[in-house]
T-cell receptor, first 116, second 117 residues
Framework: AQKVTQAQTEISVVEKEDVTLDCVYE???????LFWYKQPPSGELVFLIR??????QNEISGRYSWNFQKSTSSFNFTITASQVVDSAVYFC?????????????FGKGTKLSVIP | DTGVSQNPRHKITKRGQNVTFRCDPI?????LYWYRQTLGQGPEFLTY????????KSRLLSDRFSAERPKGSFSTLEIQRTEQGDSAMYLC???????????????FGAGTRLSVL
């Protein structure tokens, strides 16, 4: 069975602070993909990053960085120098090709509030 | 590219009525997905199409739900005899087989919010 756990339900930070959103996943498969999506109040899920299970390199994109650690089954997301526009719900998701399935399994999300 | 488009954005209906939602995927995306999202939860998979073929259905997709993608372009999701428990955001996503670097990345629309009174 696949499962994604985002233990932090809500986080509030003051603008310019760094913040890390945690994601822990469970899968028996050796080949899988991990994703992060952002859902602003408008409702549309915005794709941020995809990482495959064979690539444990950390990635940085502007103020965003991701730390993938297979040993702890974690794929954490850090926002550096947070801004008010970062306020949204962030979802971690898992896809394993497995038996030809293409569905994403999402965590419950972490609501991030950045206070000016 | 225009993004995934969903209509209507909001739908209010009375219990027992039928409702239909439409999703227009990103042009030339051959895969299309439907998800349901309730308050405070992540999206849950409902069903998936590759071109016009419906290849995967979740147990969440009860007999009252039906989805179609007749010409492999837009898709509709119909809920018959709506119940209050059907109140949720219905999200559509699409992805491309043809672009190796973007393969399996699902791009989402803004959703249709259904309220069943």
């Amino acid at each position: 069975a696949q499962k994604v756990t985002q233990a932090q339900t809500e986080i509030s930070v003051v603008e310019k602070e760094d913040v890390t959103l945690d994601c822990v996943y469970e899968t028996r498969d050796t080949t899988y993909y991990l994703f992060w999506y952002k859902q602003p109040p408008s409702g549309e899920l915005v794709f941020l990053i995809r990482r495959n299970s064979f690539d444990e390199q950390n990635e940085i994109s502007g103020r965003y960085s991701w730390n993938f650690q297979k040993s702890t089954s974690s794929f954490n997301f850090t926002i550096t120098a947070s801004q008010v526009v970062d306020s949204a719900v962030y979802f971690c998701a898992l896809h394993y090709p497995g038996a030809g399935s293409y569905q994403l399994t999402f965590g419950k999300g972490t609501k991030l509030s950045v206070i000016p | 590219d225009t993004g995934v488009s969903q209509n209507p954005r909001h739908k209010i209906t009375k219990r027992g009525q039928n409702v239909t939602f439409r999703c227009d995927p990103i042009s030339e995306h051959n895969r299309l997905y439907w998800y349901r999202q309730t308050l405070g939860q992540g999206p849950e998979f409902l069903t998936y199409f590759q071109n016009e073929a419906q290849l995967e259905k979740s147990r969440l997709l009860s007999d009252r739900f039906s989805a179609e993608r007749p010409k492999g372009s837009f898709s509709t999701l119909e809920i018959q005899r709506t119940e209050q428990g059907d109140s949720a955001m219905y999200l559509c996503a699409s992805s491309s087989l043809a672009q190796p670097t973007a393969k399996n990345i699902q791009y989402f629309g803004a959703g249709t919010r259904l309220s069943v009174l």
